[in-house]
């Protein structure tokens, strides 16, 4: 028996290295690269102006990074850590999304009103949609339908048809919406608006509210509690929100929407991503420069974790 | 363009209304002030509005009626206006801006001031209709007063000029010391006729010796001699007020919670910066357009009720929701302590406490404003 879990130790080092979470940081323009099995930063990389949106492609080779003070989408190697080339993305790329057929990308450039679409194979736009004002969340619905975009000033989600790149619908939600994310059936949606201090989910297919969640932690100021980060666990059972300069991340009954409590992490939280399939939730904390890393099942900050300046998005390798 | 499910069209139409007497001054002719103050906002935000409203089925719109006095522009509205309803912008001193509310609220109009930022129009003159996102003389010394005290820079020396307006700072800046407990070591006029560009050096150290004091506090909203202020005073102390270190509005250099966006907006449509009664005019017409989104409706009379309603709040820039204050139809919102080419605070400070929010902290508050709001 012992020889069986040392064998079956010995396989699982040698076939899969650990987990690296991946942070970009605004102001430091680099990306800080954590062991998710030591938390410990192992690499810094320097990359374009103020990256903010981080994704991988579905096969982990290649990491996009909206540098938007380069209007760049950059392509990483994640095999050399070295910046290939650029895509097309148009003015200020701030936040995007990959179609699940892993060659769409659908960028939010924040400038100039507009969704891009580009073909990450040949390189090219492949179409331009005009949202509303200051475009930033972007979400695509895991059956490859549905794209959605989120307009800061304009207060709408807007509804894009992934097959034919036409936008059908809007969707008033309130001040300032920054983060869209579909359950794992892609059957609802969840969206945070900041400065309205909510979170609205959304019925996929009807298009209609299901429930507003407000928020409320005890010393804290209403107007300081700005939804930004939204992560949905794959069981259904928890959502995790991050609450900005209110530095908490609220947990959410998936099921219910009853807020079942607040945990405390580094100060202006913005972005989550999980780890470990799930069992770990990564916080990146703006002005404290950190990253907060809890532990799902027991729903308590375990560790923080150094990173650069105004650490923004981050994605985890498995 | 796919509107949303149950959009009613909608023209909305804002009428602009300006006194050209209300630009500010510029006596020494070097630093122009733009043609196109206030109104350049608000043209940015009826863009901004449009962009939106087509996703709405509404459209909006401005047009302008001007003057270089008040019975000008009162002859002219009153023929615009024809006894309707109407939504109006309005940059005009408060003479002008009394009788301009007497001919349009007796239609129930709505009324937003983005260009005066006279006190009594907080406290006195308020009225049911009637609405500033300009910030006023009270918001702006109380904003810069909060600052002073978490430096404890608790002694001050002030100079005012002698203009309407200097007084109307300078008094608002007693109120301030009195409100946060500061004391004013002396107050002083500026009276002096002469052109200072050759002379400051000499005499603004002769006019500053005094009692020791933390700070000089300058009211000179006419640019005739704060500028020759810091760096010339006697004692070696910061210089605030409407020069040196300014409350304001609104300021260039802000970039804080997205108003990098704003601020290349406005610069790209019209090739300069963003100034305070620019945001003013921008915040009016988002106002409007907001309450539009909202109420699905174009009637002044409902768009007024929704603005001061608790539903009604505004993001605008400055990392927080923004609203009215019911009871003299003043926009709360945080204010910049900024120099000439950078900010160096944002009031409230930390630590001043309000029942209901801290923005209240700044300007009047409700025990202090007699105002009758009926509409």
Redesign the interface.
């Known amino acids: 028996m012992r020889l069986l879990v040392l064998a079956a130790g010995l396989l699982t080092a040698l076939v899969s290295q650990a987990e690296v979470a991946y942070v970009s940081n605004e102001k430091s323009d680099t990306l800080t690269l954590i062991d998710v099995d030591k938390l410990e930063v192992i690499d810094t990389l320097e990359v374009g102006m103020r990256p903010r949106g981080i994704i991988f492609s579905q096969d982990y080779k290649y990491l996009y990074i909206c540098a938007s003070e380069s209007d760049a989408v950059q392509v990483m190697d994640l095999a050399t850590h070295k910046v290939i080339h650029n895509l097309p993305s148009g003015e200020d790329p701030e936040q995007f999304a990959l179609h699940p057929n892993n060659r769409h990308l659908y960028i939010a450039n ?2 100039s ?1 507009v969704v891009t679409v580009v073909d990450t194979v040949d390189r090219t736009v492949i179409a331009q949609i ?1 949202v ?3 475009p930033e969340g972007m979400a695509v619905s895991p059956d490859g339908k549905w794209v959605i975009n989120t ?6 989600l ?1 509804w894009i048809d992934a097959s034919t790149h036409e ?6 939600v ?3 919406p920054r983060h869209v994310e579909f359950s794992k059936s892609g059957e609802k949606v969840w969206a945070s608006a ?4 909510t979170v609205d989910v959304i019925d996929t297919a009807s298009r209609e509210l299901i429930k507003k969640i407000t928020f409320k932690i005890p010393g804290v ?1 209403r ?2 509690i ?1 939804p930004v980060g939204i992560k949905l666990t794959d069981d259904g059972k928890y959502a995790f929100v991050a609450l900005g ?1 209110a530095n908490h991340v609220a947990v959410i009954d998936a099921s219910t929407y009853e807020v079942l409590d607040y945990l405390l992490v580094g100060r202006r939280v913005w972005q989550l991503a999980f780890a470990k399939e799930q069992s770990l939730l990564f916080t990146t904390n703006g002005v404290s420069g950190d990253v907060s890393v809890i532990d799902v099942e027991d729903l308590k900050v375990i560790k923080t974790i150094k990173a650069g300046r105004y650490p923004w998005g981050v994605v985890v390798k498995p | 363009m796919p509107a949303v499910a149950n959009a009613k069209a909608l023209n909305i139409d804002v009428i602009y209304v300006q006194q050209s007497s209300n630009q500010a001054a510029q006596p020494l002719l070097l630093k122009k002030t733009p043609g196109n103050l206030t109104i350049a906002g608000a043209e940015l935000a009826i863009k901004d509005s449009n962009t939106t409203g087509r996703f709405l089925k509404h459209q909006y719109s401005l047009s302008g009626v001007t003057g270089d006095n008040s019975e000008e522009i009162v002859a002219a509205l009153k023929q615009r206006l024809n006894g309707q309803p109407a939504i109006l912008l309005t940059d005009l001193p408060t003479t002008t801006l009394k009788v301009v509310a007497d001919l349009a609220l007796a239609n129930s109009s709505v009324i937003i001031n983005a260009g005066e930022a006279d006190n009594n129009l907080r406290v006195s003159q308020c009225r049911g209709g009637l609405l500033h996102t300009l910030a006023s003389r009270a918001m702006l010394t109380d904003a810069m007063a909060q600052f002073f005290m978490a430096r404890r820079w608790r002694e001050w020396f002030v100079i005012s000029g002698e203009s309407d307006a200097d007084k109307a700072y300078a008094e608002s800046i007693n109120r301030s010391a009195k409100r946060f407990g500061a004391k004013i070591t002396e107050q002083k006029t500026w009276s002096f006729d002469t052109d200072l560009r050759r002379s400051a050096q000499r005499e603004v150290p002769l006019f500053t010796q005094g009692e020791d004091y933390d700070v000089v506090l300058v009211a000179d909203e006419s640019d005739l001699f704060g500028n020759y202020i810091p760096n010339n005073t006697w004692l070696p102390r910061p210089v605030s007020g409407t020069h040196g270190l300014t409350p304001t509005t609104w300021h260039w250099a802000l970039e804080q919670w997205g108003a990098t966006q704003l601020q290349n907006r406005f610069y790209e449509q019209f090739g300069r910066e963003m100034l305070d009664k620019d945001y003013a005019g921008w915040l009016a017409v988002r106002s409007i357009s907001e309450a539009v989104t909202r109420t699905q409706s174009n009637d002044p009379k409902a768009l007024y009720s929704y603005l001061m309603s608790n539903d009604f709040e505004l993001a605008a820039f400055k990392g927080r929701k923004l609203s009215f204050r019911p009871w003299n139809g003043q926009l709360r919102q945080p204010i910049p302590l900024v120099h000439p080419k950078g900010l160096t605070s944002l009031s409230p400070q930390e630590g001043y406490l309000h029942p209901s929010t801290d923005l209240d902290t700044l300007g009047f508050d409700k025990p202090e404003s007699r105002c009758d709001m009926a509409y």
Do not use: C
Request: net charge negative; proline share 3%; hydrophobic share 20%.
């Open positions: 924040e400038d009103a005009d509303g004002i200051e307009s800061e000033t304009t207060n709408m807007h936008l059908v619908d809007n969707t008033l309130d001040q300032r900041e400065i309205g201090g100021h107007d300081k700005q300069p």
